[in-house]
């Protein structure tokens, strides 16, 4: 769109139109259609026909592409490895892996905090409940994502921090706001909940959830949103100025003390109301912890300190995953067995964000591996 070239010696400006063959250009009604009236030039491989009639200048590229080059990406695109390059990849040198690797952190970086950006908006540049929001989100890890993000939209930072000093009505906002509190229950600790939301439902007017809305089905207990709400409600009382603390946090050993909280008592023998459990401790899991920093913490703080200006913050985001075990799925273990083992998060989300954005759809051309190979 917009492009400019030189053709002899005048300057054209307008768009340029790229087909496989030329004869595409008919095959597609191009030349029925004003819109492409303004082609200044029709890139094509194979001129397999003149467009005399269209007065369009052609650049052909078959012959100036070497059929060596033209091959050996045809052997990328082709082959069922589990990546393309997978016959060659260790034929790439160290250096250019790592530089490579870098970049894909920054991207992966970049696309998480896209979320962020539009939560900021929303709040209209609201840092600390554009914060809160994203934690939250978090708590609900894949399956329950949106409801934990509509919970946190009905109850804004600003309403429970007002209550912030009182775990009960913490409590009792966070899972009346959820739906939770709806029905009738046996054990004293869900109908305390239910008189302290009902006192601060009409105060301020609130409407709370459907219920329905949150999965429970083929969750681990330890991965129910009830027991995740009483996580956060305990993380909100207990770390006081959150959002400040985690921009003064500097190291993995702190972020995961303040984020390895205990929810109240009763969950030591419950995941939901009413129905009692094996006794266990309910603290926040290290796996969990670590999917938050990675997940939510990193992409914030590389957000926050981009946009103001801090790169000190921003350089923190990078310094933290330096310092967080990598995951361990599918696509890590794929990676170990091409001899790509990864020592930290900073590794390994560079290496899920190669093999899904740029190995599985096969955008080799627009990869560095694929370039040196392809040189």
Not at 76 to 95: G, K, M, Q, V
Not at 159 to 170: R, Y
Request: with cysteine; charged share 25%; net charge positive.
């Amino acid at each position: 769109m917009n492009a400019r070239i030189q053709v002899g010696t005048t300057i054209w400006v307008g768009n340029v139109e790229m087909h496989v063959r030329a004869s595409d250009w008919f095959k597609h009604q191009h030349h029925k259609d004003t819109a492409y009236n303004n082609v200044i030039l029709h890139v094509v491989y194979e001129l397999d026909m003149e467009l005399e009639t269209e007065k369009i200048p052609c650049l052909h590229l078959q012959k100036r592409i070497a059929p060596k080059l033209l091959y050996q990406y045809q052997q990328l695109i082709e082959n069922e490895y589990w990546i393309p390059c997978e016959a060659r990849f260790h034929t790439i040198s160290d250096l250019t892996k790592t530089l490579w690797l870098e970049r894909l952190l920054v991207e992966r970086l970049e696309r998480k905090t896209q979320v962020i950006e539009q939560i900021l908006v929303n709040s209209k540049n609201d840092w600390e409940e554009t914060f809160y929001q994203f934690l939250a989100r978090s708590f609900g890890l894949k399956v329950n994502t949106e409801p934990f993000e509509w919970l946190a939209q009905r109850t804004p930072l600003r309403l429970l921090l007002k209550h912030q000093h009182q775990l009960l009505q913490l409590e009792a906002l966070l899972f009346g706001q959820a739906g939770f509190l709806e029905k009738e229950y046996a054990d004293d600790y869900p109908r305390q909940l239910q008189q302290e939301y009902h006192f601060l439902k009409h105060k301020y007017k609130l409407n709370e959830l459907s219920p329905t809305v949150w999965k429970f089905m083929r969750l681990r207990p330890p991965n129910f949103p009830t027991l995740r709400i009483a996580q956060l409600a305990m993380l909100i009382f207990q770390s006081k100025h959150l959002f400040s603390k985690v921009l003064e946090t500097t190291n993995y050993e702190d972020f995961k003390t303040l984020f390895r909280v205990h929810p109240s008592d009763y969950w030591y023998t419950h995941y939901t109301f009413d129905k009692s459990s094996k006794p266990c401790s309910k603290k926040l899991g290290k796996n969990t912890v670590d999917l938050l920093l990675i997940n939510t913490i990193a992409p914030f703080l590389f957000l926050y300190g981009s946009q103001r200006g801090i790169t000190a913050v921003r350089d923190r985001a990078i310094q933290l995953l330096e310092q967080i075990p990598p995951e361990k799925n599918s696509i890590i273990e794929g990676w170990q067995h091409l001899n790509l083992p990864s020592t930290s998060a900073y590794h390994s989300q560079a290496l899920i964000q190669l093999k899904n954005e740029y190995c599985t759809p096969k955008r080799c051309l627009t990869c560095a591996i694929g370039h040196a190979l392809l040189r």
